[in-house]
């Protein structure tokens, strides 16, 4: 494939110019006497949690990056239901520190997650829409409605931002004990950076490939002995390297206060705003990658077809992706004593997402080829504009108690509490008005420069509001030195009122009658409600102080509507308030070590996880039955922390052996195997600290082949290739403020299919090989 470097149109920019304002704003209300001095302890340390303190790490200063080698390792999880060391929690879990995602350059959480191995954004979407945001896969199943920050759900289908992120905790298995409905195969919580006793200024600045610009500030200022205060902001002007229009802009502020450090009774108050103006990435099509074929028998010369450059960008001027994201939070901690602890967290946070993309399909109906021999007449029709106005909403508030006590002989951590917790959800219809449509784009140059189409409301709306009620208890008996047991069970009542207002003649939509096509009529209106218990237990047997090896049973389900708060009528979907929830259950085998003086963490785990109550059609009667079963079963390995004071490493390997047991194929190539589900994946990153000051380093990434969805598209690829993609990075401090980061991704310039949508008619090409420069400042 073909690849550009930098944009041929650049468009105007506000981002930069508001971090920048907002950045010199910082700096100069900073006190440089001041800004010298060491955090002191927060006093965040939760005592009635004998190895698991939740507090932040004080580091010396608040850094974007130190000029030492970074130390990938995080002992402890950040939520107080886990009442353990990783070490000793019976389950795969990741946890990526900033220390290693900054150093990779990394932006948003899709890009930190490529620190877990067969984590990632492999699919595009379905037919002529484009999964937006962090659609993330995660042994073999969607995550995208399992992300959770500080431990509250967040809502929305949009690209999160990192600037404002401590860790990125990656929890594998079941989790909807700890947190409710979630993915069968776990969930993904983003920890916030919070003030701390301390001076600090920190502020970095990057340059790169495709004029991308992003600048970032982190300022930390104690206000008095027990109080703090801490601001982020970040603003970001992005193309992206090898695509050409499409665009990552974004602006962001995050002030943080801190009351009562170092005192039994300790308040959090937090509050987020970002506002995104993208261009969106509909993709490419898939002419002329290998196992294409042509989708017009009557067209044999598509086979041999060229494939097209990589960067082409088939959507127009009007394409856009507006997000604006608030999240207001208020957390509380109280020492009742060395061995008991009150934790409430309160939050609201709304998110809002305008977005146009002009999608395609490259069916033979709409890849049009009036001169076989000239592919320059060949076009492409602009016919599936992609509409979404979509508003999220929650309010939640998350009470908690940890109590450490003794039975006899037995020690018990435990942590039990309640949530009450309101989530909605509201689209509005827009669509192309009045049979108005874009011009074709010419299928390998073309014009996005274009008029024509008409859009607007159509009356159609969804409204979905789901009220729940929580309730948990979580213990870990300790029996000796050697042996524990831990168990869990949680239960959720919920309450869904859903109705909507659909466009009739539509697929799977009422009929018009006498009305005309696309007239607005009564969707589904309905109550739902039930209650979920799940359930976990696990045994840990600890030989020495530093190792573990534990076996871990889990449950989890998901009602109906359960990711997106939308219901349907359709007997087909899994969504139908009339069906049952999807159940998961998985077996883990595993062992941890602490070595190296506990530097490094080793883990190992064998898993299984079966899905459960999927929907079967009866291939006689055509009517669905929940009697289908999935699986996915493997290995994961992985290494992270210092080998050495100056070498770190971070690395992990799985194997996903994922597969339909009993229902219908949903892979295009017919067999059994679960679609955009990497059977193998590994991932590593490493830095070395050299005599004279210069850090170097890089990593490596490998996902194996990987199948597409279903459907009725003809000569489209029903896999993706395996791909190797190796970037490297290097980092001198100047002096003791300021230091300069280099990094190179994809040093070798592969070639590869980054993700697939259903049909296999589009794809998101990998990025080619680019580069960002990043100065980092500290005071």
Known sequence: MAHITSRKHPVTRNALSVATATLMTGLAMAQPTLAADAPADTGTTNPATTTNTNAPKNLPGVSVEASAVSDYKVDNLQSSKYTQPILDTTQTVNVISKDLFLQQGATTLTEALRNSPGVGTFYVGENGTTSTGDAIYMRGFDTSGSIFVDGVRDLGTISRDVFNTESVEVIKGPASTDNGRTAPTGAVNMVSKQPELGNGISASLSYGSADQRRITADWNQAVSNTSAFRLNVMGQDFGVPGRDKVENNRWGIAPEFAFGLGTPTRVYIDYLHIKQNNVPDGGVPTIGLPGYTTPDPKRPFLTNADEVDSSNFYGTTADHDHVTADMFTVRLEHDFNDHMVFHNTLRWGRTFENYLLTSFMGSAANLLTPNPNDPSTWTIARSNPTFKHQSNRILTDQANLTWNFETGAITHNLSTGIELTQEKATTIGYVALNGTTWPAANLYNPNWDVKGLVYGQNGAYTDGQTDTASAYVFDTLKFGEHWQVNAGV?????????????????????????????????????????????????????????????????????????????????????????????????????????????????????????????????????????????????????????????????????????????????AQDGSSDLAYTPKKAFTSWTSYLLPFGLTIGGGARYNGEMLRGTDGAIGTPAYTKAYWVFDAFASYPINKNFDLRLNLYNLFDKDYVAAINKSGYRYTPGTPRSAMITANVRF
């Open 490 to 666: 949680r239960m959720d009542h919920y309450d869904t009122d859903y109705s909507s207002v659909v466009a009739c003649g539509a697929r799977n939509a009422p009929v018009c009658g006498t009305l005309p096509t696309g007239s607005p009529v009564q969707g589904l209106t309905t109550t739902t409600g039930d209650n979920l218990w799940n359930w976990k237990l696990g045994v840990l047997y600890k030989p020495v102080e530093y190792g573990s090896f534990y076996i871990n049973y889990a449950v989890s389900a998901e009602p109906p509507g359960g990711n997106t708060l939308t219901l349907s009528s359709s007997t087909n979907s899994l969504d139908n308030p009339n069906l049952e929830p999807e159940r998961a259950r998985t077996y883990e085998i595993g062992t941890k070590w602490e070595l190296l003086d506990q530097r490094i963490l080793l883990t190992g785990a064998l898993y299984q996880t079966t899905v459960s109550n999927d929907l079967v059609q009866d291939p006689v009667t055509l009517l669905y039955y929940q009697i289908g079963k999935k699986r996915v079963q493997g290995v994961e390995l992985s290494a992270v922390g210092k080998i050495t004071e100056n070498w770190a490493v971070s690395g992990g390997f799985t194997t996903m052996n994922a597969s339909v047991l009993s229902g219908t194929a949903v």
